[in-house]
C-alpha cells in the first residue's frame, strides 16, 4: 500500500510540475511573446528571448505571430464595431471561434501588411506566414503535432499528458478573453473606453492577466494590465522579473496622469472585482 501510495503520489507531483511548466511557457508566449511583445512593443527583450517567448505561443496553435499580431490589431482599431474581426456583437461562437474560419475574407493580405509593417522585416517570423492561407495554418499544426511527438518520446506520457491538459486552457483563455470580455453582463470597467471591454477575474487567472481587458483597452501598450492592487498579472510580475535580471528593457507603464485620464466615474470595488459583475 505504501509503495502505491507513493507512486501515485510521485506521478501527481510530476505531472504538476511539467503542466505548470507548460502552463507558463506556452500560456506566456501568447502573452509576453505575441501579444505585450509582438503586438503592443510593451517592452524589449534581446532576439534570442523575443524568439524563445514567441515559440510558445507558436507551440499553443497560435497560428504565425505576423498574422495573429495583424489581428490584434486590427481588433484595436475597430473593437466592438462591424469591423472587429472577434466582437460578441456578431454571436458568443463568433468571438469564440468562428472567426478564425473567416479571416482570409474579413483581413486582405494588403491590409494585414498595412498592420504589420515592423515584423515584415523579421524573416525569422515571415517564415511562418504572411497571410491567412490555409498552408501556414497546416504549417502550424505540422510543428505542433511534431513537437508533442518530442515531448513523449524524451520525458514520457506523463509529460504528454500534462502537455495536452495545460494546451487546451491555454488555446482557450485568449478566446474566452474575445467572447467574454466583451460583454456587458461579465466582469467590471475602470475606464471609459469607446468599446464594450470588461475586467473579468476569471479569465484573468486562466489567462495569465490578459483578462484584465479594460485595462488593456484603455491603455493598449501598458506592460502592466492589472492596474489595482488585487489584479493580479503574472505576465506583468514576469516583465518584472526579466527586468531585474537585464533581460527586458524600456518597460512602458501608465504614468499617474494616464491613469486619472481614463478612469471612470463609478468604480467598482474589490468585492465586485471577485464576484465579476459591477452593481
Known amino acids: ?9 510521485s506521478l501527481t507531483l510530476t505531472f504538476a510540475a511539467w503542466f505548470f511548466f507548460f502552463f507558463c511557457y506556452q500560456g506566456m508566449g501568447i502573452t509576453l511573446g505575441y501579444h505585450r511583445l509582438l503586438t503592443h512593443k510593451s517592452f524589449k527583450v534581446p532576439a534570442w528571448l523575443r524568439y ?15 498574422n495573429w499580431v495583424g489581428v490584434h490589431r486590427l481588433h484595436h482599431q475597430t473593437s ?6 472577434h466582437s460578441p456583437l456578431f454571436g458568443f461562437k463568433h468571438s469564440l471561434y468562428e472567426w478564425m474560419f473567416t479571416m482570409d475574407a474579413r483581413q486582405t493580405q494588403s491590409e494585414l501588411h498595412k498592420q504589420v509593417p515592423d515584423l515584415l522585416q523579421d524573416k525569422i517570423l515571415c517564415w511562418f506566414g504572411i497571410d491567412h492561407c490555409i498552408e501556414q495554418a497546416h504549417l502550424c499544426l505540422a510543428f505542433n503535432i511534431l513537437y ?10 506523463v509529460a504528454l499528458f500534462a502537455n495536452l491538459i495545460a494546451s487546451v486552457i491555454v488555446f ?41 481587458h479594460n485595462n488593456h483597452h484603455a491603455i493598449p501598450r501598458s506592460a502592466r494590465h492589472g492596474m489595482m492592487w488585487w489584479e493580479f498579472d503574472p505576465s506583468y510580475v514576469m516583465i518584472c522579473i ?5 533581460l527586458a528593457t524600456d518597460v512602458i ?3 499617474d ?3 486619472r485620464q481614463k478612469r471612470s466615474q463609478d468604480q467598482p470595488t474589490r468585492e465586485d472585482a471577485l464576484v465579476g459583475v459591477a452593481d
Open 242 to 246: 526579466m527586468e531585474k535580471l537585464g
Open 1 to 9: 500500500m505504501d509503495f502505491a501510495h507513493g507512486s501515485v503520489l
Open 172 to 212: 482557450w483563455s485568449p478566446q474566452l478573453v474575445n467572447a467574454v470580455c466583451h460583454v456587458e453582463r461579465f466582469g467590471y470597467r475602470l475606464f471609459d473606453t469607446r468599446d464594450e471591454s470588461r475586467n473579468v477575474w476569471f479569465i484573468a487567472l486562466l489567462s495569465h492577466g490578459e483578462g484584465w
Open 80 to 85: 466592438d464595431t462591424e469591423g472587429d474581426p
Open 148 to 157: 508533442r511527438c518530442l515531448i513523449l518520446l524524451l520525458f514520457g506520457y
Open 257 to 259: 496622469a494616464a491613469m
Open 52 to 66: 524563445l517567448l514567441v515559440s510558445g505561443g507558436y507551440l499553443n496553435l497560435m497560428g504565425g505571430p505576423v
Open 253 to 255: 507603464r501608465p504614468t
